[in-house]
Nanobody, 122 residues
Framework: QVQLVESGGGLVQAGGSLRLSCAAS????????MGWYRQAPGKERDLVAT???????NYADSVRGRFTISRDNAKNTLYLQMNSLKPEDTAVYYC????????????????WGQGTQVTVSS
């Protein structure tokens, strides 16, 4: 029953901002590293940013300085603040989480959200 539910995607003009959210729900014992990935049409899914349970962040060069990844451990929620958006940022953004869950016993699994479309117009 564990799932990641994303929200916040949409259409925005170049230079604008969006804030993506990813809420993890289910029998979650703890959350390890979480991250955002994106995939443009006809391209591979690429890493955007990650954040460890200790708050250490990592960003793709293409978004560093414009995007900020954060997490609210009390709410089991991941965020991606996207500023100064460019048309090249247009993609489906996926939430990823490495979780320790309970399904009869403790399991460590990687989960993906359904993806949320971000479209940046010029």
């Amino acid at each position: 029953q564990v799932q990641l539910v994303e929200s916040g995607g949409g259409l925005v003009q170049a230079g604008g901002s969006l804030r993506l959210s990813c809420a993890a729900s289910g029998t979650i014992l703890s959350i390890n590293t979480m991250g955002w990935y994106r995939q443009a049409p006809g391209k591979e899914r690429d890493l955007v940013a990650t954040i460890t349970s200790g708050g250490i962040t990592n960003y793709a060069d293409s978004v560093r300085g414009r995007f900020t990844i954060s997490r609210d451990n009390a709410k089991n929620t991941l965020y991606l603040q996207m500023n100064s958006l460019k048309p090249e940022d247009t993609a489906v953004y996926y939430c990823n989480a490495d979780l320790n869950v309970y399904s009869g016993w403790v399991r460590r699994r990687t989960y993906w959200g359904q993806g949320t479309q971000v479209t940046v117009s010029s």
